[in-house]
């Protein structure tokens, strides 16, 4: 493989090249110019119609001069340029053989966009060893969460096979829970990381919100109240274009939040216009997300006691999942806290429907 030539020193010959065949180009092109003159209009006969050694002489004095200063002023300005160019196409080059930590400097005397472009460059180059280390974080994340199911699944099977443990119907019940576990956990990162490309399929119509959430209600409030918390619902009866399917996956999982981690008692569910939008909101009894972890809560994985959460079956998902429906909508998910000190998630939504389709429904 040829060594490659640096890109300063490639430019820097070209440009010098450039300013000596202009000079030279001057340089003879002016005695051209000044021999046709003299023989056009001769001053007298005896009048020599060619330059002398004198008049070359002022003429180079007057030209290599100014040849000179024009290669001083294109390098010192090739310099200028070319430096950090040379910077970036070397870092570009130790990016592209998997070193992500390489930048590329612009130097104290860089022109203004040439500044900008190693900016730029080197912004790029950081969400790109960001979205590594991010990668990496998920790989490990994700491996972890089904480490633990799939052990269960396949020491419970494997002592069946072995004799220790009956087929009976309570043991075939955990099994179908662990899978439901992994089914839920593999719709999630999906979800996220749909949403995360811009993928995320949605299908809008309008609908009539209140009864989708009565529906969701229904299906978990008989696991509330065994749990020891009292389910309420403050809903107005409102047509909105969403999809009604990832509402419910959103709601679910809010509920499904504040019955593992929420304080036994209320747990209140509301929807209502709030301007030009709707709130579809579930406020619990607290403690909430912790302090440390509040900012950064909606971030997948993140979790405020790790031990708490993956005894009560969490992977950190939960939130995540529902920002991510919420933003696919055009809208977005808030965290606050009530004056009681419950924990309050607002789902902040589009507008809703036209008239004409809330008659049709």
């Known amino acids: 493989m040829r060594p490659r030539s640096g890109l300063s020193r490639q430019i820097l010959i070209a440009m010098s090249a450039i300013t000596v065949m202009a000079g030279l180009l001057v340089f003879f092109g002016t005695y051209l110019a000044y021999?046709?003159?003299?023989?056009?209009y001769p001053a007298s006969e005896e009048a020599d119609?060619?330059?002398?050694?004198?008049?070359?002489?002022?003429?180079?004095?007057?030209?290599l001069p100014a040849l000179v200063v024009a290669a001083f002023v294109s390098l010192r300005l090739s310099r200028r340029i070319l430096g950090p160019l040379e910077s970036l196409a070397r870092s570009a080059r130790e990016i592209a053989s998997g070193d992500l930590t390489s930048r590329?400097?612009?130097?104290?005397?860089?022109?203004?966009e040439t500044a900008a472009l190693i900016g730029d460059f080197n912004t790029m180059a950081q969400r790109l060893q960001d979205m590594a280390a991010e990668m990496?974080?998920?790989?490990?994340?994700?491996?972890?969460e089904l480490r633990t199911p799939l052990t269960i699944l396949k020491g419970r099977l494997q002592g069946m096979i072995?004799?220790?443990f009956e087929p009976d119907e309570r043991s075939l019940q955990g099994l179908i829970q662990q899978v439901d576990g992994l089914a839920r956990l593999v719709e999630d990162l999906r979800t996220v990381t749909l949403?995360?490309?811009?993928?995320?399929?949605?299908?809008?119509?309008?609908?009539?919100?209140?009864r989708e959430i009565a529906g969701v209600t229904n299906l978990v409030a008989h696991d509330l109240r065994a749990e020891g918390f009292r389910l309420e619902l403050a809903l107005e009866d409102l047509v909105v274009a969403v999809d009604a399917t990832r509402i419910r996956q959103a709601l679910l999982a809010?509920?499904?939040?504040?019955?593992?981690?929420a304080v036994r008692g209320r747990i209140t569910v509301s929807l209502a216009r709030a301007g030009e939008g709707v709130i579809l909101s579930v406020t619990d009894e607290g403690p909430g997300l912790p302090p440390e972890i509040a900012s950064r809560g909606f971030v997948p994985f993140v979790r405020g006691d790790p031990v708490r959460s993956q005894a009560l079956g969490g992977s950190g998902l939960g939130l995540s999942v529902v920002r991510a429906i919420a933003e696919a909508h055009g809208g977005r998910l808030r965290y606050r806290t009530t004056p009681d000190g419950g924990a309050l998630f607002e789902m902040v939504l589009a507008r809703t429907a036209p008239s004409a389709a809330a008659d049709s429904l």
């Open 35 to 40: 021999s046709v003159i003299i023989a056009l």
């Open 49 to 63: 119609s060619w330059l002398t050694v004198t008049d070359l002489g002022i003429l180079g004095g007057f030209i």
């Open 104 to 112: 590329a400097s612009a130097g104290d005397k860089a022109l203004g």
């Open 136 to 144: 990496a974080v998920w790989n490990a994340t994700i491996a972890h």
């Open 162 to 164: 072995d004799g220790v």
């Open 195 to 210: 949403a995360g490309n811009g993928h995320l399929d949605l299908h809008i119509e309008p609908v009539h919100l209140a």
């Open 254 to 261: 809010l509920l499904t939040n504040a019955r593992r981690y």
